[in-house]
């Protein structure tokens, strides 16, 4: 890829121009013109190297979300992934090598629309019994992804942001924005159509929403297996919860782990602490967790690493209902 490709990749994962012309200020600091970037990202996207350009929200500030995870049958495993696939609030869905073979996550816009998703995943999927495994403290959330190296971008995630109450304008704005800025010259005016709504009141809710921290990145959403990141494993322990913040926030440093964070323990799956690492190779991910766990002193406590085999579905999440564009 030539440089220019490469830092439009690497640089705007974050940090994405929130003006009336994006396109145009990121050519003008790539020396490119602006029809470049517009042609480059459209190349990447059919390519799957984009998933789409946008913003990640903090987990359950707008919505409900969780962890979802299933023992599947392997003779069933293609079956049950794709029904699971069907219900537009589960937007990654993946293979790990554990009995517990089947992960994905659940959004919906509330916890009552997120508690019947899953009865009815149970229930259409026919994947038995689900584990919901629901955040509650971050760590590292989708910080962006350094390309060089697989090492991730800023620091240690923030406090969860509070939980905030939307208007129908701006439960519309999300509901648009996590499909993803078009690639036109002016993509806010284009939300902003889709939602009635001026194209100023649409920069100005977005920047709002980064401040208070609602939006945690804004930016261009890479896929890294096309890049040459195949290998990634989920790694989780079983700590003491009064102890899980400590360990968390050890781990949570160290630019090797994307993603850091505590969940429910449920029946039957006891781990509390989550991180996820990336690597070209399995072996690399082993040789980074091995130097994590001794640098955490997290040596001597129950661990399980998860490595992804297959990738069944990986989109936005959907916190707003899509029957609020439709609305519109």
């Known amino acids: ?46 390519a799957g190297v984009v998933g789409r350009i946008g913003a990640v929200f903090a987990p359950n500030t707008i919505g409900a979300s969780t962890l979802v995870a299933a023992a ?27 009995a517990f073979n089947l992960w994905f996550v659940v959004t919906a816009a509330d916890s009552g629309r997120l ?21 509650l403290e971050e760590y590292r959330i989708d910080l962006g992804f350094d390309l060089r190296d697989g ?30 800025l078009l690639l036109v010259p002016r993509p806010y005016a284009a939300l902003a159509d889709c939602c009635g709504l001026s194209e100023k009141r649409v920069l100005e809710t977005l920047q709002r929403w980064q401040v208070q921290g609602l939006i945690r990145r804004f930016g261009v959403i890479v896929r890294h297996r ?56 399995e072996a690399q991910v082993r040789e980074r967790l091995a130097g994590l766990r001794r640098a955490a002193g997290l040596e ?12 069944f579905k990986q989109t936005a999440a959907r916190y707003a209902p899509l029957e609020v564009l439709a609305d519109a």
């Open 151 to 180: 090492h991730t971008q800023g620091g240690a995630a923030p406090a969860l942001a509070a939980r905030v109450a939307l208007d129908r304008g701006e439960q519309c704005l999300v509901a648009a924005v996590e499909e993803g």
């Open 1 to 46: 890829m030539d440089a220019a490709g490469f830092r439009l990749l690497n640089d705007f994962q974050r940090g994405f121009p929130l003006c009336e012309r994006p396109y145009l200020e990121i050519a003008q600091r790539l020396g490119q013109s602006e029809h470049w970037v517009l042609a480059k990202l459209a190349r990447l996207e059919l």
């Open 226 to 281: 096309p890049l040459g990141f195949r290998a990634n494993a989920m790694v989780v322990w079983d700590v003491p919860d009064a102890a899980a913040r400590g360990f968390g926030l050890r781990l949570a440093a160290d630019p090797r782990v994307s993603l850091c964070y505590r969940r429910a323990r449920a029946e039957r799956w006891n781990y509390n602490l989550y991180c996820m690492l990336h690597g070209r190779e």
């Open 72 to 98: 599947v049958p392997p003779e069933a495993l293609e079956r049950v992934a794709q029904a699971v696939n069907r219900f537009p609030e589960v937007n990654h869905n993946y293979e790990r090598d554990h």
């Open 300 to 311: 001597s406590f129950p661990c399980q690493v998860l490595f992804s085999r297959r990738s």
């Open 115 to 135: 508690a019947r998703t899953l009865a009815a995943i149970e229930r259409q999927a026919q994947c038995g019994p689900l584990l919901s495994l629901p955040l």
